[in-house]
């Protein structure tokens, strides 16, 4: 059997929490650079435009890890039981980072 | 179900095994220094650490004996200010991080089954520079030469004009060359374990503390440059006065903040994983069961080594930032306390389901449990905004940290300690002074480190020398003063323990804890008599008749296949056999380039340009003439190594261990680079008023765009370089082909410093100009480099060890040329990118 590539797999594994990397930066950026920019204190139909952005990058994000993990786990369908288990779990553990960094967006009324 | 016949048949040939102990035969008497395989150059890392362990450890009781009493004038301000900047930066950059590393050159060989690193010269050569220029580091104290900015060095505090003399150099200088070390070492072990391994061991069973250092040494890579970076900047605006962080010419000093937090917040982790791994190796066997929850451990290892990454901001919640953005770092610093709960909650599991052994090294991770869960707790105690506002750079803080890496690193060390012992001396250290140290040590942090909490609580900033009557410290900080001599005395315990106990044996073949893992087979200085076929987790214990097979060369390459030094070079996933790995055997050479690198960084920061040149060609020198046998002739047959395979004793291209070795450098150049480019934008972000600001222009377009063209046509030359030595003529047309992409790097890099030039920047100016010309610096630190690699491969070429199929030294060449034609075209694009805007 011709042997796994390493790359391919260790991306397989890391999809789900490089997913919540990149929401990372990207909603850091975002709010950063609002409220450096003076363009945080805006609203679009009512809700503040980082909160906004931020819902945006979220279901985005929250989606692309889902469907990240579930092709990792058809990928990974017939190797080792543990690079299965792992894309799983860090794609799982990936959905609770991606909530938990969105939750203070839903509570803070002010951005900047 | 039947068994698979061994790897190889007994008797084994007559001679055997003398002959491989004969190649792997260590020095002897003084030449014992130029040793460079990893069980000893192992011990010397470890007796180093340990060194700077006690020197930086001392200056924290000459701190507690000038705080023990209200008003103390023991020590004046501006010595202690210099005691506790090398408290940190000692304990933090000599001790902490090399000791991890150290315990894995001595330890991952035997673990993963190998004879030895795929780069023992590279360990050799970063143990020597760090030796050297530690304790030279470390000697400024007695110069009244010694850093006194803290160990985090915060500008303007640190800047020229607020910081003049060497003082500040000796940091950045130092540490920056302390750190490629640690960086040389982290290529080591991550080639170490992916290609390594036994045949057979496959990921998931791979030892965990594998997976702790493997996960680690990828950390390593990603943190350690943006710190890299900031120190070059601060370095550059001392000595040139190119304004990064001064906020009156565009710069911004919470830049230096976010640079090197990047690095120090990791770095905890770097710390802290390796630990757990430790931890995780020894319960086990202590508990006398399997370790619970393998894979979740796995899991919380890579989860904790990429969230570690999201926190860095943290440690900046005063600086003003928006409630929003310090947030979301709050929630993420949260997040990392999931898979770093489900690793204490397996360890316990598995404590709970065995029987297990009161020793010391379990007393030690007893100790562990303790100190490292309180400090975790207020770390997430300090994970809430307003609560940080109130603790920042309080005595509060001073006490976290220390909780969690007495606790979550020191405590597991020494468990490290009392618990591999015999692998190296045949015999265990004392149990009993081993369980008095850990009394020692628990009960002393406690007393140290616990009135802390109460004295920041009660407003004691951090950093002061001294406070006043009154004010109600005085009880917690006497406390604290005796509690730090009480750890001493425990430290003390250990290393008296060491001296009188521990032993360099030639062959040991013991196993007191009757653990399951390879380490523990019978060892000699070539590592194993033969390598095994590893077909469990716990092979010792699966396969009890394990160690005699072994030992008797029933597995794989129990011969001398080529001659001389060797070990197998593995498949990264499932470990198949793929070639054998040549490795060097004793040199003086890299202790002449580690102690050139290390004079060449020192003597440039007291601004001896001669000497410190002299230094640089002594480096320069020793590692082209050590590289130079390090590209071998490929063997004109294959090899048995056993089980019917035959294996070649030289690959290049991606499956060579080179290939791979240069990939994670180019990681490590392309983070450095990542953070320069992070750098531009951070600062555009927060110019007030345009990006550059009137009347400084943008490079000039035209010279930029012929910089850009020539780049590529380098990249282009490299290609047709390739093809021609692929087809093995090595002709005028290779020649003509390389040095034409010479010419090409380097005229690209001369239109780029032109593209500046032709519109008056001056790189002192402003941050803009002066981002600008270090991206062109740093373009031309590559072309510089090229260009000597490129000598060095025309030289190979005219005497014949260069050619189609002997290219490893040429691959690594080409990989390198590509990447910077790459950084060169991106740098180009970012310093023209306002243009879009």
Redesign the interface.
């Known amino acids: 059997m011709k042997a796994p590539r390493f790359t391919s797999t260790a991306f397989l594994i890391w999809g789900g929490l490089l997913t919540w990397a990149a929401y990372f930066l990207f909603v850091y950026v975002f709010a950063a650079v609002a409220c450096t920019r003076r363009f945080g204190h805006l609203s679009v139909a009512g809700l503040p435009i980082v909160s906004l952005v931020t819902g945006i990058a979220t279901v985005i994000a929250l989606g692309a890890t889902v469907a990240l993990t579930r092709f990792a786990a058809q990928r990974l369908a017939g190797t080792s039981a543990l690079t299965r288990f792992l894309a799983l779990a860090l794609g799982a553990l990936a959905v609770i980072c991606i909530l938990w960094v969105a939750l203070p967006s839903l509570v803070l009324h002010r951005s900047c | 179900m039947i068994e698979r016949p061994l790897p190889n048949p007994l008797p084994r040939p007559d001679g055997e095994r003398e002959e491989l102990a004969r190649v792997w035969q260590p020095p002897r008497g003084w030449r014992i220094f130029s040793a460079v395989n990893n069980t000893y150059i192992g011990l010397f890392y470890i007796g180093a650490a340990l060194l700077f362990l006690v020197l930086g450890g001392s200056l924290a009781l000459l701190m507690r004996l000038q705080l023990a009493v209200a008003d103390n004038d023991l020590i004046d301000h501006d010595l202690y200010n210099q005691l506790f900047t090398m408290h940190g930066s000692v304990l933090m950059f000599l001790f902490a991080v090399p000791v991890i590393e150290a315990i894995a050159v001595l330890l991952l060989p035997a673990m993963v089954g190998a004879r030895d690193l795929p780069f023992p010269r590279l360990s050799a050569y970063a143990f020597w520079a760090y030796l050297a220029g530690g304790l030279v580091f470390f000697s400024t104290l007695f110069f009244d030469l010694a850093p006194d900015g803290g160990w985090f060095m915060y500008p303007p505090l640190t800047s020229w004009e607020f910081s003049p003399g060497l003082r500040t150099d000796f940091w950045l200088l130092g540490i920056g060359f302390i750190e490629i070390s640690a960086i040389a070492g982290a290529i080591e072990i991550i080639v170490g374990i992916?290609r390594t391994r036994a045949p057979g061991m496959?990921?998931?069973r791979m030892p965990v503390y594998a997976w702790a250092m493997l996960i680690v040494g990828g950390m390593i890579v990603f943190a350690f440059p943006p710190v890299i970076l900031a120190t070059a900047l601060l370095e550059l605006e001392r000595a040139f006065r190119w304004p990064f962080f001064v906020a009156a010419q565009g710069g911004d000093p919470v830049l230096w903040q976010h640079l090197f937090w990047l690095f120090g917040h990791p770095d905890v982790y770097i710390i802290f994983l390796p630990a757990a791994g430790l931890v995780s190796m020894i319960i086990p066997t202590i508990a006398r069961t399997a370790l619970v929850g393998y894979?979740?451990i796995?899991?919380a290892l890579?989860?904790t080594g990429?969230?570690s990454?999201?926190l860095w901001?943290h440690h900046m919640f005063a600086t003003g930032?928006?409630?929003?953005?310090a947030?979301?770092?709050?929630?993420?610093s949260?997040?990392v306390s999931?898979?770093a709960g489900v690793q204490v909650f397996s360890w316990i599991a598995t404590l709970r389901s065995g029987n297990v052994q009161r020793s010391a090294p379990m007393w030690f991770i007893l100790g562990f449990f303790g100190i490292f869960v309180l400090g975790g707790l207020t770390g997430v105690m300090l994970a809430v905004v307003p609560f940080d506002w109130q603790a920042h750079d309080t005595y509060f803080v001073v006490a976290h940290l220390h909780y969690v890496l007495i606790g979550g690193m020191l405590f597991p060390v020494f468990a490290a300690i009392y618990y591999w012992a015999p692998v190296v001396s045949g015999q265990p250290l004392s149990e009993r002074m081993g369980k008095w140290a850990c009394g020692l040590m628990f009960a002393g942090v406690n007393l140290t480190f616990f009135p802390m909490h109460i004295a920041g609580l009660l407003g004691m900033p951090r950093r002061v020398w001294t406070y006043a009557d009154g004010l109600g410290l005085e009880p917690w900080n006497l406390l604290s003063s005796v509690g730090a001599f009480v750890v001493a005395a425990g430290v003390a315990v250990v290393l008296i323990d060491l001296i009188l106990h521990l032993r360099v044996a030639g062959r040991v073949d013991v196993n007191p804890w009757n653990a399951g893992t390879l380490e523990w087979l019978p060892q000699d200085n070539q590592g194993l008599r033969s390598i095994p076929r590893v077909e469990s987790r716990d092979p010792l214990w699966d396969r009890p008749s394990l160690r005699g097979e072994v030992d008797r060369g029933q597995h794989y390459l129990p011969q001398v296949a080529t001659g001389g030094r060797e070990t197998l070079v593995t498949?990264?996933?499932?470990a198949?056999p793929q070639y054998i790995l040549r490795v060097p055997g004793p040199s003086w050479l890299p202790m002449l380039a580690g102690f050139g690198t290390a004079a060449f960084f020192l003597l440039l920061t007291v601004k001896q340009f001669v000497a410190a040149g002299i230094g640089a060609a002594i480096a320069l020198v020793s590692i082209f003439r050590w590289l130079w046998s390090s590209d071998p002739a490929p063997g004109a047959k294959l090899h048995p190594i056993g089980d019917d395979i035959h294996l070649p004793d030289y690959a290049s291209g991606t499956v060579s261990h080179a290939w791979w070795a240069t990939v994670v450098l180019m990681l490590v150049d392309g983070a450095i680079f990542a953070s320069l480019a992070f750098s531009f934008f951070y600062l555009w972000?927060?110019a007030p008023a345009g990006w550059p600001p009137a009347p400084l222009a943008l490079p000039d377009a035209a010279w930029s765009i012929a910089a850009t063209v020539t780049a590529l046509m380098a990249g282009a030359a490299m290609m047709g370089a390739n093809s021609l030595l692929r087809n093995n003529r090595r002709s005028a047309a290779f020649s003509a082909a390389h040095g034409a992409g010479l010419i090409l790097l380097w005229s690209s890099l001369l239109c780029m410093l032109q593209s500046l030039r032709a519109v008056d920047l001056r790189p002192h100016e402003h941050s803009f100009s002066a981002v600008a010309y270090t991206l062109t610096a740093w373009q031309g630190a590559h072309v510089v480099l090229l260009t000597l690699m490129g000598g060095y491969v025309i030289a190979r070429s005219l005497t014949g060890r260069l050619d189609a199929e002997r290219r490893v030294t040429f691959d690594t060449y080409r990989l390198l040329w590509h990447y910077s034609v790459w950084q060169g075209v991106i740098a180009l694009a970012i310093v023209n990118s306002p243009r879009i805007v």
């Open positions: 992916l496959t990921l998931d894979r979740w796995v899991f890579l989860g990429l969230i990454f999201a901001v930032m928006p409630h929003l953005t947030s979301f770092f709050s929630a993420a949260m997040a999931i898979p498949h990264p996933i499932d198949s972000t927060v």
